[in-house]
């Protein structure tokens, strides 16, 4: 991934002004803030996507708006209990919206920035592929 251009380079390390070999500088606390603002932002991607369930939830919603839970149940070869609580967690995250469509209940992203976000983490699991290979918490 190449991030020439679109991170803050106020808050890249600068390798030709600190006295230890150009190894860096310190940090303005403008950056630092930034920085931690977006951590935390990002932090809401790895909740929303924490789960694999949800995050194929948020891709079908993106890629096939209004499907209904059941037709996510289907896909993800889950009760529509479990579709339904997932769909739940996602839209009190603000990343999916739920319209009645008589009995039915259709999903939706709940906005183009957040399909925009979905269409771009989509792009970068495509390009990464198998990084390396994953490990249970707590294994070495």
Known sequence: MNLTGTWPLHALPDSASTPSGGRGRSITAHAAAATERTATLASALTDAFGNPKRGQILFYAASAPGLSI???????G???SLASQ???QLEHQGWLAVISDG?????RVADESRRLAIE???T????L????????VGER
């Open 124 to 127: 970068m699991a495509d390009e």
């Open 120 to 122: 771009t983490l989509r």
């Open 86 to 88: 997932y769909v739940a």
């Open 70 to 76: 059941g037709d996510l149940s289907s896909l993800l």
């Open 103 to 107: 009995r039915r209940r259709r999903v």
């Open 129 to 136: 592929g198998p990084m390396a290979p994953l490990r249970a």
């Open 78 to 80: 889950c009760s529509v």
